[in-house]
Nanobody, 128 residues
Framework: QVQLMESGGGSVQAGGSLRLSCVAS??????????MGWFRQAPGKEREGVAS???????NYAEAVKGRFSISRDNEKNTLYLQMDSLNPEDTATYYC????????????????????WGKGILVTISS
């Protein structure tokens, strides 16, 4: 059974930083062309892709976070990270960790519909 568990959320002021972590259990990332990603959903808005990483290390970012967010993965710890810098109030949302079942083209990995497994989400609040 695949489980994804996020941590590291919270409240910070605009301009600050947060680092999200997602521990994956029951999931093998390496060697299968799989992708993992971070998604977010603000109140009243659709869930959107923020950043993805596809085996082995191809990354993609939403335009809104390019240059500010960085996705990475520690295969030994089976953990996905999202370093978020220069945060602004528009980044306020519930952030979700997600993973694909099989191989997915990296260009498609920011689409929520491409993900099979989801964490429960963690709230990030940025105050102005």
């Amino acid at each position: 059974q695949v489980q994804l568990m996020e941590s590291g959320g919270g409240s910070v002021q605009a301009g600050g930083s947060l680092r999200l972590s997602c521990v994956a259990s029951g999931y093998t990332y390496s060697g299968r062309g799989r992708c993992m990603g971070w998604f977010r959903q603000a109140p009243g808005k659709e869930r959107e892709g923020v950043a993805s990483i596809c085996d082995p290390d191809t990354t993609n970012y939403a335009e809104a976070v390019k240059g500010r967010f960085s996705i990475s993965r520690d295969n030994e710890k089976n953990t996905l990270y999202l370093q978020m810098d220069s945060l602004n109030p528009e980044d306020t949302a519930t952030y979700y960790c997600a993973a694909t079942l099989g191989r997915v083209l990296s260009d498609a990995a920011l689409r929520p519909t491409m993900m099979k497994y989801w964490g429960k989400g963690i709230l990030v609040t940025i105050s102005s």
